[in-house]
């Protein structure tokens, strides 16, 4: 399958400024088979170990000496030599041996020649522990999250259909039949999420009920990794929450709603370990008014996104049938798969070493309510996002946003087709960009319109 942080890992292999790497993501997104395929494709000999298998080498990790560690590595898997221009070493699970960590300065001190790459199912637990010293400096990261749309099209052998969203324009947009034909796309989208093993079973079987065996096997495994938390976790708290929050999706955190009855701090310690996990992915209320957004977010002011739209399907209990006879994909569940579609794309629609991170506006006051589903930077300025509304609904909450941000730039996706609009009343003027669900990975292109195109007026 076509990931686009495949070309990030050949670039990296190829950079003679390279650091040891560390892949960042939850478990099963496909971060062993994102290396397993780059060196396939780049001849490269994988020198694969499994941390959570027995191993020689470990206790030479503390020598802080890499040319002894990867001789052992060589004895012990009986490689004819050594060749760093040849090879890379990928140490898996490393969670299982935390000593691993440290080691990368050594690495990028004393050994740079050597390809290095580490990455774990739970490795942001280790990451987050204050027993151990980190390499900050030495060691570089890439972030990994659940396949795109564009990249499910891609593993279901739709090549042709990315090429056709890449070259779509707003001066040139899709008839209605095909339209609706990438809107059915969507929605299968929708339905099989963008987890690998379910994307796979749908290209080998073209069975949903294939599909739903293969996510309902990753929810459980998420679920089974609760005890590997650590010993303050408490495994029952966390099957309560993780039950709860598909249905809490897009709302502002209220800890008494996750669990009834349990003490917030309580809560507030399971969410941070799902999140570390990256179960789980906090969206912070910014205040929106410049750049950049986490400088200005209220860190008791969030609502939450999960990992896959597919999973949330899946834990929500949605049927094929609302998912495909639906006809605005804004109003399904009240908006819950929309904004989790929208939400997974846009975090990690930023340079694939930052870590992912989204923002959204809510303005609480008595009798006055308002909320932006989503702020993200673009242009130097920020851009409000609006998904739950639909093409029909109302645009209340937008407007008072880009009327008290003093912000003539919006973007909205809806099952509506791609247009450009500008609006204009005694109060204010905007320019207004549609976009349909399935353009996400296209919007920041689709969004030179602003500039450039000439807009229909309202």
């Known amino acids: 399958m076509k990931r686009r942080q495949l070309n990030y890992i050949k670039e990296w292999v190829n950079r003679s400024t390279r650091k040891p790497l560390i892949i960042r993501g939850a478990r099963q997104v496909g971060k062993t088979t994102l290396v397993r395929l780059a060196c396939k494709e780049m001849g490269l000999e994988l ?26 590595i060589a004895l012990s898997r009986q490689l004819h030599d050594i060749d760093p221009d040849k090879q890379l070493f990928f140490f898996d699970e490393a969670q299982a041996c935390p000593a691993l960590i440290p ?15 580490l990455t774990g199912s739970l490795l942001e637990f280790v990451l987050a522990a204050d027993n151990y010293s980190f390499p900050v400096g030495r060691v570089e990261f890439l972030y990994l999250g659940p396949m795109t749309f564009e990249e499910y099209l891609s593993g279901t052998n739709n090549e042709s259909a990315v090429e056709q969203l890449q070259q779509v324009s707003v001066a040139k947009p899709f008839n209605e039949a095909v339209h609706n034909i990438f809107l059915k796309q969507l929605r299968d989208y929708l339905i099989i999420g963008g987890m690998p093993e ?18 309902q096997s990753i929810i459980t495994t998420y679920q089974a990794d609760f005890h590997k938390y650590g010993r303050k976790a408490d495994i029952d708290l966390l099957n309560r929450v993780i039950a709860v929050i598909p249905s809490q999706l897009g709302q502002k955190v209220v800890y008494t709603r996750l669990s009834e009855g349990t003490r917030s701090t309580e809560v507030k310690r399971v969410l941070e370990l799902l999140e570390l996990a990256k179960v789980i992915q906090r969206c912070f209320h910014s205040h929106g008014d410049g750049l950049p957004l986490a400088a200005q977010q209220k860190p008791n002011h969030f609502k939450l996104l999960f990992l896959d739209v597919g999973l949330i399907q899946s834990m929500l209990g949605i049927s094929l049938a609302v998912v495909e006879t639906t006809q605005e994909i804004n109003e399904i569940a009240k908006g819950a798969l929309a904004e989790q579609f929208v939400g997974q794309h846009l975090m990690y629609d930023r340079p694939m070493f930052e870590a992912p991170s989204i923002h959204y506006w809510e303005r609480q006051a008595k009798h006055s309510t308002a909320e932006v589903d989503y702020l993200v930077p673009w242009d130097q300025r920020v851009l409000p996002v609006e998904v739950k509304s639909g093409h029909k609904g109302h645009m209340k909450s937008l407007q008072r946003f880009l009327l008290e941000k003093k912000v003539d730039r919006a973007l909205r996706f809806s ?3 791609l247009l450009l609009k500008d609006y204009a009343n005694k109060d204010m003027a905007y320019r207004f960009l549609n976009v349909p669900h399935y353009l996400i990975g296209q919007w920041q292109r689709l969004a030179e319109a602003f500039h450039t195109d000439t807009a229909a007026t309202s």
């Open 47 to 72: 020198v694969e170990l499994n941390m959570e298998d027995p191993q020689e080498f470990p206790p030479l990790l503390p020598q802080n000496d890499p040319q002894k560690v990867f001789q052992a």
């Open 103 to 117: 080691f990368l300065r050594y690495c990028f001190e004393r050994a740079p020649e050597y390809r290095v790459i």
């Open 198 to 215: 379910a994307i796979n079973a749908y290209r080998e079987t073209r069975s949903y009920v294939e599909v739903e065996r293969a996510k």
């Open 415 to 417: 099952s509506g087709p």
